[in-house]
């Protein structure tokens, strides 16, 4: 049975209760077995499944687990759960997050493309004029160009696996391969939020781009998922993850002093941000007034 994706559809009565997500005290759970003969150890699972109370009568449809996980409607399963953007996997001890690489390559090669048009001219004619552009437009240009390009490639030869469990949200991010492993214990969580990372217009069509995060007591954050095409999608992937953490946003401790951390480093990130942004803009300052006085400070110093 390796690797076979199994359906299943049954029919719920409308006397029995739905899942709750309580972690103590009287709890409902509802639970599919799966056990077989095979060759070796024999198949013997449990895997918890959400059933929620919907209001409609039962469908003869057959779903997958991964559209039951989401409980979306048949019509909007096709953009909810592309498997280009995510793969959602039920498992015995949570519910794994797999973001693939090349998940959002429009958009990437698009930010590419943009980004080599923006700094490639001016090369070109930087070189065809034997060095006659300015070094600051060849600073400006070459960066601002440089950052789309690499923003791009990291776009497209990154991935996220996110596995949420009781205990712990593990997330592994793996560029070119190479794995980068961050583990937070779900007692350190205190909200789950979802923000636009990046966004595009072009004419009166604006794309954007969401990521969802976990924030923990001290204020951190830690990316839980990229790259998503819309609010809807993220507030369900974000319903996921508190459903295998058994998540109680209202039992934790979002207190003042939390709310207070929260906005003191916010500040501070703003703060780091127009630091850095005054260097550079004084640095582009100095190239700007050297292009334009360079020829006359060497002698003025000589005399």
């Not at 592994?172 to 923000?195: C, H, S, Y």
């Not at 939390?258 to 941000?273: A, L």
Request: glycine share 8%; no cysteine.
């Amino acid at each position: 049975m390796n690797g076979t994706r199994l359906q299943f559809n049954f029919i719920t009565p409308d006397n029995l209760p739905e899942s709750s997500n309580k972690t103590s005290g009287n709890r409902h759970r509802w639970e599919l077995s799966a056990k077989g003969e095979m060759r070796g150890p024999d198949l013997d699972r449990s895997f918890d499944i959400p059933v929620y109370d919907t209001g409609e009568a039962s469908s003869d449809k057959v779903r997958t687990a991964d559209q039951a996980a989401l409980h979306i409607d048949d019509e909007s399963a096709a953009v909810e759960l592309d498997s280009d953007k995510v793969v959602i996997t039920p498992q015995a001890d949570g519910t794994n997050l797999f973001y693939p690489v090349m998940r959002d390559l429009g958009f990437a090669i698009g930010m590419m493309i943009f980004g080599t048009l923006f700094a490639a001219p001016v090369l070109l004619i930087n070189h065809f004029t034997g060095g006659d552009v300015p070094i600051t437009f060849l600073i400006i240009f070459v960066f601002i160009g440089g950052l789309l390009l690499l923003s791009g490639l990291y776009m497209v030869t990154n991935s996220l696996e996110v596995h949420a469990g009781r205990t712990a949200i593990t997330t592994t991010r793996r560029i070119l391969g190479f794995p980068l492993r961050t583990t937070i214990a779900t007692e350190e969580i205190v909200d789950f939020e979802q923000k636009v990372a990046m966004s595009s217009s072009s004419g009166s069509k604006r794309k954007i781009r969401i990521k969802i995060e976990a924030i923990t007591r001290d204020g951190k954050k830690q990316t839980l998922g990229d790259t998503l095409p819309n609010a809807k999608t993220a507030k369900h992937l974000i319903e996921i993850i508190e459903h295998a953490t058994h998540f109680k946003g209202g039992d934790l401790p979002a207190s003042d002093s939390f709310k207070h951390r929260k906005q003191q480093i916010s500040e501070s990130s703003k703060r780091k941000f127009r630091y850095a942004a005054n260097i550079i803009a004084f640095i582009i300052f100095v190239f700007i007034m050297w292009d334009f006085f360079g020829d006359i400070i060497p002698p003025l110093l000589s005399r």
